[in-house]
């Protein structure tokens, strides 16, 4: 059976979804999830569900600005991405989000909801900006899944777009899911992100990938959705839980001789 909690960890509105009690599950691995512009994190409880009966400790989050702590300003009727004023507000929304996760996950561990240091970052839409972001600050993540979101915030207008600092990333694991015809977040920045990544990834190749959905949108087919949620559990499954790993031990050794700079 699955357990729900609402709680808020220093002062960020979460929901937990897990088996059995949190401890155990997240000895498993600690996932939190972020959910699109103005949304909140009741829309993903279906994911949240997912990951709780796969044993983790699921995390959902209200981004900055939305759910319990929504902000008139990103109400959908206020905010209009193709707009520069709109894109403005969301990566500020976007940063904000993940400056917060080392409190919070420090939060999680001393409430003594969490043991253990298996972390996840999921995303969707623009959650998945969040995780990109998180990575640069947050080097307790242990995989982190972008799905329908993208790396490039600006070359020039943001000095802190994901995309010019891949070395901070390395060689923490990374998989960018994408829709090939999807015309609100553009797959092509994710993709070249991925293809920065292949040098630097070279001793674990297995750590960072991107799959493209062809014919699929912002919006994916039921069909399609079930399949790139497969391929984001899995990914947990293999850094966090060690399962069906090819090369778990060479990934080990990287891990720890980076750690160790």
């Given amino acids: 059976m699955i357990e729900k909690m609402n709680i ?11 088996k059995d009690n949190t401890k155990k599950a997240s000895l498993n691995g600690t996932i939190f999830l972020y959910h699109g512009l103005t949304s909140c994190k009741e829309a993903n409880l279906k ?27 990103f109400l959908p009727e206020n905010i209009d991405v193709n707009t520069q004023e709109g894109k403005d507000k ?53 995989a982190a899944c972008s799905i329908l979101g993208s790396p490039y915030f600006s070359d020039d207008e943001y000095d802190d777009s994901p995309h010019m600092f891949t070395e901070k990333i390395y060689p923490t694991p990374i998989l960018s899911l994408n829709g090939s015809d999807d015309d609100i977040v553009c797959c092509k920045y994710a993709k070249e992100f991925h293809e920065n990544l292949h040098n630097l990834y070279k001793e674990c190749p297995q750590n960072q990938k991107y799959i493209e959905y062809d014919g ?8 399609g959705w079930n399949k790139l949620w497969t391929q984001a559990t899995n990914w947990f499954d293999i850094f966090l839980m060690n399962k069906n790993h090819e090369n778990i031990d060479a990934y080990t050794q990287i891990t720890e001789k980076y750690k160790k700079k």
């Fill in 8 to 18: 808020k960890i220093n002062l960020t509105p979460a929901i937990l979804l897990y």
């Fill in 47 to 73: 994911e949240l569900e997912s990951l709780a009966k796969q044993g983790y400790l699921a995390v959902g989050l209200d981004n900055y600005g939305h759910g319990e702590r929504q902000k008139d300003e």
């Fill in 90 to 142: 969301m990566i500020m929304a976007v940063n904000k989000t993940a400056q917060e996760l080392p409190n919070i996950i420090n939060g999680l561990h001393f409430m003594g909801i969490t043991q253990g240091d298996k972390i996840g970052v999921c995303g969707i839409s623009m959650g998945a900006f969040i995780v990109y972001a998180a990575l640069l600050r947050e080097k307790r993540i242990k």
């Fill in 216 to 223: 699929e949108n912002h919006f994916f087919t039921e069909q």
